[in-house]
């Protein structure tokens, strides 16, 4: 168990509200993602992380910002959350010998009103 | 853009057949993966193939990979209502580092008793 945790699990906010979800991870992984799952989409890859301080945009960047200041924990910033930015996100991190398959969280439910 | 486009969307079959769901990719990949989440869960790694494969097994599972075609099939022998599930391709389009996976859309499976 690679041993991943999201909080908080689920979210209701309104519109222009600022939101963090939080991604933590017990095993000093160095690649962290954050997706986000929307029906008719799949996953999406919103940002992803390679180590403390270092991360970079993936598919859909737009309107959010992460961090990561220490190796067990990514966040992920909505700056003014908007009601297109409802949906589920999964963190997940890179696993196996050679870091080519992911372990995903059980996902983070927000709704935004 | 998604990478994957799966089909079929959704799949209903009586326990105990077989199970066959396909990925169509397009660009060049490192390698193909597939994944299972449950209803209201995190996505859980099955199997992976490189580009060089052609065909992998794992279990009552049997993937094969066409780069000639760019597409990939999952199987999944003598099913059961644990394999009720949504199962997703993904694609790896990248280097060494972190992977930025791209999903398809999934196909939805429900085991019939």
């Known amino acids: 168990d690679a041993g991943i945790t999201q909080s908080p699990r689920h979210k209701v906010t309104e519109t222009g509200t600022p939101v963090t979800l939080r991604c933590h991870q017990t095993e000093n992984h160095r690649y962290m993602y954050w997706y986000r799952q929307d029906p008719g989409h799949g996953l999406r890859l919103i940002h992803y992380?390679?180590?403390?301080?270092?991360?970079d945009k993936g598919e859909v960047s737009d309107g959010y910002s992460v961090s990561r200041s220490k190796t067990e924990d990514f966040l992920l910033t909505l700056e003014s959350a908007t009601s297109s930015q409802t949906s589920v996100y999964f963190c997940?991190?890179?696993?196996?010998?050679?870091?080519?398959?992911?372990?995903f969280g059980p996902g983070t439910r927000l709704l935004v009103l | 853009s998604q990478q994957g486009e799966e089909d079929p969307q959704a799949l209903s079959i009586q326990e105990g057949e077989n199970a066959t769901m396909n990925c169509s990719y397009k660009t060049s990949i490192n390698n193909l993966q597939w994944y299972r989440q449950n209803s209201g869960r995190g996505l859980v790694h099955l199997i992976l193939i490189r580009s060089n494969e052609r065909e992998k097994h794992s279990g009552r599972l049997r993937v094969t990979l066409d780069t000639s075609k760019k597409s990939s099939s999952l199987l999944i022998t003598a099913s059961r209502a644990a394999d009720t599930a949504s199962y997703f391709c993904?694609?790896?389009?990248?280097?060494?580092?972190?992977?930025?996976?791209?999903f398809g859309q999934g196909t939805r499976l429900t085991i019939n008793p």
């Open positions: 997940a991190i890179s696993v196996g010998s050679n870091q080519e398959t992911q372990y």
């Open positions: 993904a694609t790896d389009e990248g280097s060494q580092g972190a992977q930025k996976l791209v």
């Open positions: 992380s390679y180590g403390v301080k270092d991360t």
